[in-house]
């Protein structure tokens, strides 16, 4: 009879994080994971079979966590018009509480030379706007206020500028106005 298991993707892919945080991306190797975690190189493996997937289930947790988020946010607004991106701006008026995410940042280099990781991104990124787009009252102010709500998280995330809470709040404020303007304009083709 084999042993039950004991360890987790879930903390394989913390101490992933960590080792990202305070080495960098290219310092991440499947021994210095085992090592963040404390259990074997082979623990590892069984999860992880080498570096790319290490990377690829990192990226697909982190957008599986902000799926998460913003289906609650969503789900919260239900009844409500243009839910989707407003639950979207919801879940951003909690960004300025976290620092730039090293995470993120680091993960960038390991994207822009993988296909396959790119891949990850732009499923994403079409199921997003594809979202937005069928959930809004004016799918094309939605889609511009989804390209200022992306801008806004990336000049954060690079840690690039750094808003007052009352400055993010009322750009949060215009955005979300943007996105609920009503008009005749359509979504691009």
């Given at each position: 009879m084999a042993r039950?298991?004991?360890?987790?993707?879930?903390?394989?892919l913390d101490a992933g994080e960590r080792v990202v945080m305070?080495?960098?991306?290219s310092n991440l190797t499947l021994?210095?994971?085992?090592?963040?975690?404390?259990?074997?190189?082979?623990s590892v493996l069984y999860d992880c079979k080498n570096k790319h997937a290490l990377i690829k289930a990192i990226i697909e947790r982190k957008i599986s966590n902000e799926d998460k988020k913003i289906d609650e946010a969503v789900a919260a607004l239900d009844g409500q018009k243009n839910t989707e991106i407003r639950g979207r701006i919801?879940?951003?008026?909690?960004w300025l509480k976290e620092e730039a995410e090293p995470v993120a940042l680091?993960?960038?280099?390991?994207?822009?030379?993988?296909?396959?990781?790119?891949?990850l991104i732009r499923t994403s990124c079409d199921r997003t706007l594809s979202r937005v787009?069928?959930?809004?009252?004016?799918?094309?102010?939605?889609?511009?206020?989804?390209?200022a709500l992306e801008g806004l998280r990336s000049l954060h995330l690079m840690g690039f500028h750094k808003w007052s809470p009352a400055e993010f709040a009322d750009l949060l404020a215009e955005i979300e106005r943007v996105a609920t303007t009503q008009g005749d304009v359509t979504a691009p083709d």
């Open positions: 039950p298991r004991t360890i987790d993707l879930d903390r394989i305070r080495d960098g991306a021994d210095a994971v085992a090592a963040e975690a404390g259990i074997s190189k082979g919801v879940v951003a008026a909690d680091q993960l960038c280099s390991a994207l822009a030379q993988d296909e396959d990781l790119q891949g787009a069928e959930t809004s009252e004016n799918p094309g102010a939605a889609l511009v206020a989804m390209l």
